[in-house]
């Protein structure tokens, strides 16, 4: 009785780790006041016009900051996108001025959301890729990191306000 | 877990309601033959598939179709309906090949035949890409009631707005219910083998 139990408890507490210390804060970029974590992207079929990429930016700072541009050598052109989705029609639109990140603020560039928009990539990107990316914001500067291609969570886990209300551990 | 898969079940017969709400009422208390002000979703095209075959509703009856329509130009919605779509043929087995998959590009100047073709590649091979004239992709969204519109983007290029739901219809090409983007995936698969199953 009292193994499986314990058993139980220890898988518990290794999920609660696993979800608390993700790999990805072993990669977490800083630069001046901003701290960018888990760049990734998703993998894209053959002769795929576009690709998409994703990561989340906290502003420790003061001042507010805004994410201005993105380039990359494996695409023609990187924009700023922002995707929605209102009664069932997807859009998508440059995100005019950038994306501001106010001071304590993180914002998360995500599926249903925010996203790098790669137009034109060289060539596809698989599974394990890292794509390199160089980012640039009004007061931190440029910074250079690269994105990881991952598999992409479901949708149903990733749509925004979906995700967050119902995340058992309230996100907090 | 329980309550999670219940909320985000909830949240999606939500955008489910919403979505179809925005464009026409899709189900009667019953299921089957929805439509607005008398118009039924689904009816008469020609397009051609990603061999260049040509296709019409005639081509897909006999089986039950799950249809959606979207563009390879899409970074996300798209590759993410056409993920979903070869893993349920997979979960299928042997029912998949009594199902019509069909993805209809609206964005018919980018989506050659060979594009689709090419795209389509790392999907499951039964899904069939349709495109066609401006014309002739502009009269099947007309049939199916779906959304689109193209968006030129500042620094060139455009991108194309549109409808984002699987729409199910039955063996004699009449609409039976929608797939919201977002539905989990099991309960979609269970609206396919209902489909399947009727
Ligand atoms: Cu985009």
Redesign the interface.
């Known amino acids: 009785m009292s193994k499986p139990l314990f058993a139980g408890r220890l898988a518990a507490g290794l999920l609660v780790l696993s979800a608390g210390f993700s790999p990805a804060l072993a990669l977490d970029v800083h630069q001046g006041a901003l701290i960018l974590s888990h760049p990734w992207s998703r993998p894209t079929p053959p002769s795929a016009p576009t690709g998409a990429g994703y990561l989340t930016i906290t502003n420790h700072g003061s001042a507010p900051d805004r994410l201005i541009a993105a380039a990359s050598p494996a695409a023609n052109q990187v924009q700023i996108h922002q995707m929605s989705m209102a009664g069932g029609i997807m859009t998508m639109r440059p995100v005019e001025g950038g994306i501001v990140i106010a001071p304590g603020a993180t914002v998360s560039l995500a599926p249903g959301g925010y996203h790098l928009m790669f137009i034109a990539p060289r060539r596809p990107f698989k599974l394990g890729d890292q794509i390199p990316v160089s980012l640039t914001f009004e007061r931190s500067g440029t910074v250079k990191l690269d994105l990881t291609v991952e598999t992409p969570p479901a949708p149903g886990d990733s749509m925004p306000g979906m995700a967050m209300p119902v995340d058992p551990k309230g996100g907090h | 877990?329980a309550?999670?898969w219940f909320?985000?079940g909830v949240?999606?017969v939500m955008?489910?309601l919403?979505?179809?709400?925005?464009?026409f009422w899709p189900m009667g208390a019953g299921g089957g033959g929805g439509g607005v002000g008398g118009r039924s979703v689904g009816g008469p095209f020609s397009l051609a598939d990603q061999d260049g075959r040509p296709v019409t509703e005639q081509t897909l009856k006999g089986k039950p179709t799950a249809i959606v329509f979207g563009f390879?130009?899409?970074?996300?919605?798209c590759?993410?309906t056409?993920t979903?779509m070869t893993a349920w043929l997979k979960a299928l087995g042997p029912d998949a090949d009594r199902l019509n998959m069909v993805f209809v590009s609206v964005d018919p100047e980018?989506d050659t035949p060979a594009?689709l073709k090419?795209?389509?590649?790392?999907?499951d091979p039964r899904i069939r890409g349709l495109t066609g004239s401006p014309e002739a992709v502009a009269r099947i969204a007309g049939e199916y009631q779906v959304?689109y519109r193209k968006?030129p983007?500042?620094?060139g290029?455009y991108?194309m707005?549109?409808?984002?739901?699987i729409y199910l219809m039955d063996a004699k090409g009449r609409f039976v219910a929608?797939i919201?983007?977002?539905?989990?995936?099991d309960s979609a698969l269970a609206s396919l083998r209902r489909l399947i199953h009727p």
């Not at chain 2, 919403?18 to 464009?23: E, R």
């Not at chain 2, 090419?118 to 999907?123: D, E, G, I, K, V």
């Open positions: 877990m309550r999670r909320l985000a949240v999606a955008i489910a919403g979505g179809a709400a925005a464009l390879t130009y899409c970074p996300e919605i590759p993410t056409l979903n980018r594009q090419s795209y389509l590649s790392a999907f959304y968006v983007i500042a620094g290029g991108t707005d549109h409808s984002s739901a929608p919201a983007f977002g539905t989990p995936f």
